[in-house]
T-cell receptor
């Protein structure tokens, strides 16, 4: 959707490196979500935030961290503790449910 | 925990035929059920959704039915076309004020429509 911008489109991570995926929205939605999608599988929730300065762990939060300092922004950091980070990462927003997805970031290991 | 099961995992139909994808959910508090279509390498796009106070909803060739008692919901696509070929995901959530609104997704169904 035009109101959600994810960057970069492709990202490569070296061993032991932290990388940050950006998600910005201009839809004025309170809730924002990060999902991970592995090939041939559904989407799994990593973290979500319903309000600025507050966020909760999803089903697979280990090895990831987030912040929500502004309503418009919900960056996701993939830390070196995440041993299998290769996946398609999708950010979503929604007033009460994540109806709108960004175009995603494809993360690979170098 | 909360779970959504989706069947079949793959579905092949002839152009013009109908396609049906079925999902079951475990959390009886779920009240919102969207369906997403995802083309290769792209983001999921919402194609239709239904809330628990409704049993059926239609939008042109697409319909969704919900059986709250059995905790089943299904996607029906009629007069399928090659451009309907994609991966379809069902999801369930407990949405509304005071709830998280987080979606639990099914594993996806790869639909192939043969010309």
């Amino acid at each position: 959707d035009g109101g959600i911008t994810q960057s970069p489109k492709y990202l490569f991570r070296k061993e032991g490196q932290n990388v940050t995926l950006s998600c910005e929205q201009n839809l004025n939605h309170d809730a924002m979500y990060w999902y991970r999608q592995d090939p041939g599988q559904g989407l799994r929730l990593i973290y979500y935030s319903q309000i600025v300065n507050d966020f909760q762990k999803g089903d697979i939060a280990e090895g990831y961290s987030v912040s929500r300092e502004k309503k418009e922004s919900f960056p996701l950091t993939v830390t070196s503790a995440q041993k299998n980070p290769t996946a398609f990462y999708l950010c979503a927003t929604g007033a009460y449910q994540p109806q709108h997805f960004g175009d995603g970031t494809r993360l690979s290991i170098l | 925990g909360e779970n959504v099961e989706q069947h079949p995992s793959t579905l092949s139909v002839q152009e013009g035929d109908s396609a049906v994808i079925k999902c079951t959910y475990s959390d009886s508090a779920s009240n919102y059920f969207p369906w997403y279509k995802q083309e290769l390498g792209k983001r999921p796009q919402l194609i239709i959704d239904i809330r628990s106070n409704v049993g059926e909803k239609k939008d042109q060739r697409i319909a969704v039915t919900l059986n709250k008692t059995a905790k089943h919901f299904s996607l029906h696509i009629t007069e399928t076309q090659p451009e309907d070929s994609a991966v379809y995901f069902c999801a369930a959530s407990n949405s509304g004020a005071g709830n998280t609104g987080k979606l639990i997704f099914g594993q996806g169904t790869t639909l192939q429509v043969k010309p």
